[in-house]
Each structure stands twice: as structure tokens, then as C-alpha cells.
């Protein structure tokens, strides 16, 4: 599976973005789809899923960043809002099918204070 990911940049504290997260097969196939991060000298986090009917969000997310798909364009969305400082970082899609998990290349979101 190949995902390319999109919608990245820089944006003022309170901003919003919207990535997009572009699957090379039907995502209705798919296990799981999710959005990870990870800031500057961190680990990459969790930070929006969809499992089966499940959706989660990281503490630090939930109820600024929505989680969705379009079937129809293969493809996942994260909308954030509010965004703040640090939400800075770098946000890869990624989605599991069985036991393989699948990585997009990225995309760089900075929010500026």
C-alpha cells in the first residue's frame, strides 16, 4: 500500500490546517488508518485512529482534530483546529492491513506563536 500525504505548512496559533492522506487502494480494505506525529527530538505519537468502528484521539488532540475518510477518493483526513505551538511536527499517515503496517513520507506542520 502507498500513501501520500499532503496539506502540511505553516500556520499562526489558532489556525487551521487540513491534511489529506491519499491511499493507493480502498481504504474500506484497510484494517486500521491513522495519523501520527512526532516533534523535534520526540517519539512519534498516535495521534488520531480509526479501527473497525473505533475512532481515538491522543488526549492532546480530542476535540480540536477530526479524523475521517472519503471511500469514494481513498482517502483519510485529519482536520485540526485551534492548532497550537506544539502541535509542531512532522504528521505521517499510516495504515495497517493484517499484520503489515504502511507509511506516507510525511508532511510538515509548524504552528508559529
Known amino acids: 500500500v502507498q500513501l501520500q500525504a499532503s496539506g502540511g505548512g505553516l500556520v499562526q496559533a489558532g489556525g487551521s490546517l487540513r491534511l489529506a492522506c491519499a491511499a493507493s487502494?480502498?481504504?474500506?480494505?484497510?484494517?486500521?488508518v491513522g495519523w501520527y506525529r512526532q516533534a523535534p527530538g520526540k517519539q512519534r505519537e498516535l495521534v488520531a485512529g480509526?479501527?473497525?468502528?473505533?475512532?481515538m484521539y491522543a488526549d492532546s488532540v480530542k476535540g480540536r482534530f477530526t479524523i475521517s475518510r472519503d471511500n469514494a477518493k481513498n482517502t483519510v483526513y485529519l482536520q485540526m483546529m485551534s492548532l497550537q505551538p506544539e502541535d509542531t511536527g512532522v504528521y505521517y499517515c499510516?495504515?495497517?492491513?493484517?499484520?503489515?503496517?504502511?507509511w506516507g513520507q510525511g508532511t510538515q506542520v509548524t504552528v508559529s506563536s
Open positions: 487502494r480502498r481504504i474500506s480494505t484497510l484494517n486500521a
Open positions: 499510516n495504515c495497517r492491513v493484517g499484520w503489515d503496517n504502511y
Open positions: 480509526v479501527s473497525g468502528g473505533s475512532t
